[in-house]
């Protein structure tokens, strides 16, 4: 896909997606090699996730990963990508004041490129995310499982189906977003909740495992290639038989885009 006729996509960008209802793609990428194909492909937004952890490191969890880990391969994906917004995440006890957020939040932008840094909390990080928003960091929100507190959470759990976790995920969203909030992940939410976290805010919202009715779509890149072990539920393996790995992003892309991914299988309800 040329990139001549498809310009940056940038913050204004994702919330005129979001006003048009097209829906935005979004992917993890950990290096330049498949940050270009993803970037190629029409991929809207690559995130350098600190799941690169599991993916990249074979550690257990995200926690392990560290800042030194996110600059280095955020600065990789950076350098292949023309067309996508490139996130990097804020990887665990990195972001716990928001001073700190801030100071790592600079490393991201200035050392590796990054046009937007991702971390994860409600009501107790919207300090931070206005200090970051105050001095011009665009930010991704993360609700729902959030992957840094595995253990807190006892495991890979669905998130917001309590009707008093529903509530305050809810007012958590509208905060972040007022805050300064630029884009919301929800992971592992029912799609009830997702649509109407989603139908409530004026930023996008990005679903992992949260229903088609989300503003976009991200997927960890090793599990909709089909190369994670034990892929999640709300994966699917768009390699399938015999299709090479462009192929298979350009598979996603598209049914992102048509609305036929995620299907009911891939959700919680």
């Known amino acids: 896909m040329s990139t001549k006729t498809n310009p940056r996509v940038t913050v204004t960008t994702l919330r005129k997606m979001k006003r048009e209802a097209e829906k935005i793609v979004?992917?993890?990428?950990?290096?330049?090699s498949f940050a270009k194909v993803l970037d190629r492909q029409g991929v809207d937004v690559i995130l350098v996730g600190d799941s690169l952890g599991m993916v990249i490191q074979g550690h257990d969890t995200t926690v392990p990963v560290t800042m030194d880990d996110m600059v280095y391969h955020t600065r990789a994906v950076v350098k292949a990508c023309e067309h996508a917004l490139v996130i990097g995440d804020l990887p665990f006890m990195s972001y716990t004041s928001p001073e700190q957020a801030l100071r790592n939040s600079a490393r991201l932008m200035q050392e590796s490129g990054a046009h937007m840094v991702k971390l994860e909390g409600g009501a107790p990080q919207v300090a931070t995310v206005a200090q970051l928003a105050h001095h011009g960091v665009p930010v991704?929100?993360?609700l729902g499982l959030q992957p840094q507190s595995v253990h807190k959470l006892g495991g890979y759990r669905v998130q917001g189906r309590d009707e008093a976790v529903a509530k305050q995920m809810l007012e958590d969203a509208k905060?972040?977003?007022d805050a300064g909030?630029?884009?919301l992940v929800l992971e592992c939410v029912?799609?009830?909740?997702?649509a109407q976290i989603t139908q409530a805010l004026e930023i996008p919202t990005i679903g992992i495992g949260a229903g088609r009715e989300c503003d976009g779509q991200v997927l960890v890149l090793h599990d909709m290639?089909?190369?994670s072990p034990r892929a999640p539920k709300f994966s699917h393996d768009f390699?399938?038989?015999g299709a090479t790995i462009p192929q298979a992003v350009a598979s996603y892309v598209q049914a992102v885009k048509a609305g036929t991914f995620p299907e009911d299988q891939h959700c919680f309800f």
């Open 239 to 241: 390699i399938g038989a």
């Open 225 to 227: 290639l089909g190369i």
């Open 26 to 32: 979004m992917l993890t990428a950990y290096d330049a």
């Open 190 to 194: 029912p799609v009830t909740l997702a």
């Open 175 to 177: 905060a972040l977003q």
């Open 181 to 183: 909030a630029d884009m």
């Open 140 to 142: 991704c929100a993360h």
